[in-house]
């Protein structure tokens, strides 16, 4: 087991720059995710970790030792991929051991590393199959026992769950979780699914456009987000973006969403807000979650409004509204019991507690 | 296929009741239907193999005049002959050694062309075929002249090294030699274009996962690329046995079987005991024991084949 760490890591393809630059450090023992969309370098990163992609520039270390010339094989990882990548004409056991075998183990102790594997994962009924005779979690929980038998520094997991279906994704990120806190070896997984990232990270690694936008534990990129890009990608529904702006208004500070829309900040906001340019063009972001439907008793900085919903969307637990401010679409959560209806008015509150504001041209978050 | 079963259910059904319902029955079965459509194709197979198979082991029992019935005669008389057992000896060398020789180059040619960058690469794929594509006949006439005893490009070549001159054609080990090589060389590439096709099916990320897993380039080669390769391997490998087994032109050109009969396949061997020494008897009996001998190989190299098919 080891850290793992980057340095200004760039990685071009002819005038490409597929990662521009990245420096990143993983704890020993630490389960890192790498999220954000197709195309942003999270997958290259990867790669270039496994030793698959030379890299152009900067140095990786792996246990304090730097890596960028060494092959894949002599840098004690374990790698599981998207398409399982099993050998067809191996049986289960033979694919779990092939590592070992290749490194001349003693026949003992690979039977014993992978029939601990096996246990570990559940697949000791399945030890003599050929992958063909599997199912896809099955197959998945394989190349799971081929990385962890080898007893790897590093596990690196590249989208392993993006071919299984909805239902058994979440079993077996639920897998993942518990193997890791039982083997505790330190973790690269890349997925470009945020709810994976979330419930999987000690922390996660956001990408865009070949650079890292923030590192954070799940609750601090949900709740601290540092951009626009962030605030927008983690979360679900995605998080509201109103165009704004402030404006003082007998000595209180005020934050105008519409013509006929404008809110008094709360105290603390105010305070943090109070000494932006009235003149900047700002964003207003808001969790659905802190739109709701209105209450007798409000809290303070819980700020009510009349809308017309446009579209009402009943989850069972909660029921999302969607309604436009000035042309902007609007996503709110409301109680089921609460009466929306499609095309009906509604009084909905709004938490400026939990607001955040956002310079439109930077996406910075302020 | 359904129009037709409808189109004939409709038929039937004009032709009486009962008659009409099991027939009706019988044409709607898809086996049935499907026989129906395929009898063309199986009468023009029948013509065009079975009926001269058939005619040629009914000739195989007849004496050198054709006239009479001699059962087992022509067998029995090469089985006696030197010649006979000299050529069956000489067809399996000859196939045996080529399609080694092919299988080897043709894969380690198939990896180089596949490690080359997609834009060159369908330029070398073009080139590389064209022994394959070139009549052997033709490109048989070149290699005539190569192994010419004087006036040769090769023995010229050599002479500049102090070698030769070489009697490519005139001596049996260079003789035969010379037959392999021609024949390795228009085979090579049908066996260099498959392994290609079976090389770009093999995913990269098995590559990937070995070469984490430890493998170094030979270990992936043969953990990897090798059994994912077999089923290929093993038919092209019985397909080009039964070509090269067969094989005709290449000698008939090269050696017409000299010298002293030492280059003789079973093909050109047949032909010169049943089209130039006109006993016809005699020649057919001589193809027919290629049969034999390629049914056990077929056995042999197809064993697995289905059973492995399953595996990917």
Same mark, same amino acid.
């Given at each position: 087991?080891?850290?793992?760490?980057?340095?200004?890591?760039?990685?071009?393809?002819?005038?490409? $720059?597929?990662?521009?630059?990245?420096?990143?450090?993983?704890?020993?023992?630490?389960f890192?995710?790498l999220v954000?969309?197709?195309g942003?370098g999270?997958?290259?990163?990867?790669?270039?970790?496994?030793?698959l992609?030379?890299?152009?520039?900067?140095?990786?270390?792996?246990?304090?030792?730097?890596?960028n010339?060494?092959?894949?094989?002599?840098? /004690?990882i374990?790698?599981?991929?998207?398409?399982?990548?099993?050998?067809?004409?191996?049986?289960?056991?033979?694919?779990?051991?092939?590592?070992?075998?290749?490194?001349?183990?003693?026949?003992?102790?690979?039977?014993?590393?992978?029939?601990?594997?096996?246990?570990?994962?559940d697949?000791?009924?399945?030890?003599?199959?050929?992958?063909?005779?599997?199912?896809?979690?099955?197959?998945?929980?394989?190349?799971?026992?081929?990385?962890?038998?080898?007893?790897?520094?590093?596990?690196?997991?590249?989208?392993?769950?993006?071919?299984?279906?909805?239902?058994?994704?979440?079993?077996?990120?639920?897998?993942i979780k518990?193997?890791?806190?039982?083997?505790?070896?330190?973790?690269?997984?890349?997925?470009?699914?945020?709810?994976?990232?979330m419930?999987?990270?000690?922390?996660?690694?956001?990408?865009?456009?070949?650079?890292? $936008?923030?590192?954070?534990?799940?609750?601090?990129?949900?709740?601290?987000p540092?951009?626009?890009?962030?605030?927008?990608?983690?979360?679900?529904?995605?998080?509201?973006?109103?165009?704004c702006?402030?404006?003082?208004?007998?000595?209180?500070?005020?934050?105008?969403?519409?013509?006929?829309?404008?809110?008094?900040?709360p105290?603390?906001?105010?305070?943090?807000?109070?000494?932006?340019p009235?003149?900047?063009?700002?964003l207003?972001?808001?969790?659905?979650?802190?739109?709701t439907?209105?209450?007798?008793?409000?809290?303070?900085?819980?700020?009510?409004? $009349?809308?017309?919903?446009?579209?009402?969307?009943?989850?069972?637990?909660?029921?999302?509204?969607?309604?436009?401010? /000035?042309?902007?679409?609007?996503?709110?959560?409301?109680?089921?019991?609460?009466?929306?209806?499609?095309?009906?008015?509604?009084?909905?509150?709004?938490?400026?507690?939990?607001?955040?504001?956002?310079? $439109?041209?930077?996406?910075?978050?302020? | 296929?359904?129009?037709?079963?409808?189109?004939?259910?409709?038929?039937?059904?004009?032709?009486g009741?009962?008659?009409?319902?099991?027939?009706?029955?019988?044409?709607?079965?898809?086996?049935?239907?499907?026989?129906f459509? !395929?009898?063309?194709?199986?009468?023009?197979?029948?013509?065009?193999?079975?009926?001269? #198979?058939?005619?040629?082991?009914?000739?195989?029992?007849?004496?050198k005049?054709?006239t009479?019935?001699?059962?087992l005669?022509?067998?029995t008389?090469?089985?006696?002959?030197?010649?006979?057992?000299?050529?069956?000896?000489q067809?399996?060398?000859?196939?045996?050694?080529?399609?080694?020789?092919?299988?080897?180059?043709?894969?380690?040619?198939?990896?180089?062309?596949?490690?080359?960058?997609?834009?060159?690469?369908?330029?070398?794929?073009?080139m590389?075929?064209?022994?394959?594509?070139?009549p052997?006949?033709?490109?048989?006439?070149?290699?005539?002249?190569?192994f010419?005893?004087?006036?040769?490009?090769?023995?010229?070549?050599?002479?500049?090294?102090?070698?030769?001159?070489?009697?490519?054609?005139?001596e049996t080990?260079?003789?035969?030699?010379?037959?392999?090589?021609?024949?390795?060389?228009?085979?090579?590439?049908?066996?260099?274009?498959?392994?290609?096709?079976?090389?770009?099916?093999?995913?990269?990320?098995?590559?990937?996962?070995?070469?984490?897993?430890?493998?170094n380039w030979?270990?992936?080669?043969?953990?990897? !690329?090798?059994?994912?390769?077999?089923?290929?391997?093993?038919?092209?490998?019985?397909?080009?046995?039964?070509?090269?087994?067969?094989?005709?032109?290449?000698?008939?050109?090269?050696?017409?079987?000299?010298?002293l009969? !030492?280059?003789?396949?079973?093909?050109?061997?047949?032909?010169?005991?049943?089209?130039?020494?006109?006993?016809?008897?005699?020649g057919?009996?001589?193809?027919l024991?290629?049969?034999?001998?390629?049914?056990?190989?077929?056995?042999?190299?197809?064993?697995?084949?289905?059973?492995?098919?399953?595996? #990917?």
């Amino acid at each position: 087991m080891a850290d793992v760490a980057l340095r200004k890591v760039v990685k071009r393809y002819d005038d490409v $720059e597929a990662v521009r630059g990245i420096d990143l450090d993983i704890a020993d023992h630490e389960f890192i995710v790498l999220v954000g969309p197709s195309g942003c370098g999270k997958s290259t990163t990867l790669r270039m970790i496994a030793g698959l992609e030379d890299i152009s520039d900067g140095d990786i270390m792996i246990g304090g030792d730097v890596v960028n010339d060494v092959p894949p094989k002599d840098r /004690d990882i374990a790698m599981v991929f998207q398409n399982y990548a099993l050998y067809p004409h191996m049986t289960v056991a033979e694919n779990m051991s092939f590592g070992l075998r290749l490194k001349h183990y003693p026949k003992a102790e690979i039977k014993a590393r992978v029939t601990e594997a096996a246990r570990l994962l559940d697949i000791t009924d399945l030890i003599d199959r050929k992958p063909k005779q599997l199912s896809g979690g099955q197959r998945q929980r394989v190349a799971m026992g081929r990385a962890i038998v080898r007893n790897p520094k590093v596990f690196l997991f590249d989208e392993p769950l993006s071919n299984l279906d909805a239902k058994l994704r979440v079993q077996m990120r639920i897998e993942i979780k518990k193997v890791h806190q039982k083997v505790r070896t330190t973790t690269v997984y890349v997925t470009h699914d945020q709810v994976e990232a979330m419930t999987l990270a000690d922390r996660v690694v956001v990408m865009n456009k070949g650079r890292i $936008e923030q590192i954070g534990t799940p609750n601090e990129l949900y709740h601290k987000p540092a951009t626009r890009f962030v605030a927008g990608f983690i979360g679900s529904p995605a998080m509201n973006f109103i165009p704004c702006r402030l404006e003082d208004v007998g000595g209180t500070l005020q934050i105008r969403l519409t013509d006929r829309i404008a809110f008094p900040l709360p105290p603390a906001r105010a305070a943090r807000y109070n000494a932006l340019p009235r003149t900047d063009k700002l964003l207003l972001g808001l969790r659905p979650e802190h739109l709701t439907e209105s209450h007798a008793h409000l809290e303070p900085g819980v700020e009510t409004f $009349e809308t017309v919903l446009d579209v009402t969307e009943p989850m069972g637990m909660e029921t999302l509204v969607y309604f436009g401010l /000035d042309g902007t679409p609007v996503c709110g959560r409301v109680n089921p019991n609460a009466g929306a209806k499609d095309g009906a008015p509604m009084r909905l509150a709004m938490d400026l507690n939990n607001m955040h504001l956002l310079n $439109e041209e930077t996406g910075v978050v302020l | 296929m359904a129009d037709v079963v409808v189109e004939r259910g409709r038929v039937a059904r004009a032709t009486g009741a009962r008659k009409g319902k099991s027939l009706r029955n019988a044409l709607g079965r898809k086996s049935t239907v499907a026989f129906f459509l !395929t009898l063309p194709l199986i009468l023009l197979i029948a013509l065009l193999v079975l009926y001269p #198979a058939f005619y040629s082991v009914h000739l195989a029992t007849l004496n050198k005049a054709m006239t009479k019935f001699v059962g087992l005669g022509n067998f029995t008389f090469l089985f006696k002959r030197e010649t006979f057992w000299m050529v069956v000896q000489q067809s399996c060398i000859f196939a045996i050694t080529a399609v080694i020789f092919k299988a080897m180059i043709g894969f380690v040619v198939a990896h180089f062309v596949h490690n080359i960058p997609a834009k060159g690469q369908r330029k070398w794929r073009g080139m590389l075929l064209v022994p394959w594509v070139i009549p052997p006949a033709m490109s048989t006439l070149a290699w005539l002249w190569l192994f010419d005893p004087s006036y040769s490009a090769f023995n010229y070549t050599l002479s500049f090294f102090g070698v030769g001159p070489i009697p490519w054609l005139g001596e049996t080990f260079w003789a035969r030699f010379s037959v392999i090589l021609v024949n390795v060389w228009y085979g090579a590439p049908f066996f260099m274009i498959m392994y290609l096709a079976a090389l770009k099916s093999v995913p990269d990320q098995l590559y990937e996962a070995a070469a984490i897993d430890g493998a170094n380039w030979w270990q992936r080669i043969w953990y990897v !690329t090798l059994p994912m390769m077999r089923n290929i391997i093993a038919i092209t490998t019985l397909f080009s046995l039964i070509v090269t087994f067969a094989n005709f032109d290449i000698v008939r050109i090269l050696t017409s079987g000299g010298p002293l009969d !030492t280059t003789h396949l079973f093909a050109t061997w047949a032909f010169q005991v049943g089209i130039q020494s006109s006993d016809i008897p005699l020649g057919a009996c001589v193809s027919l024991f290629m049969v034999p001998i390629l049914a056990v190989a077929a056995i042999f190299i197809l064993r697995d084949v289905t059973k492995r098919g399953n595996e #990917a």
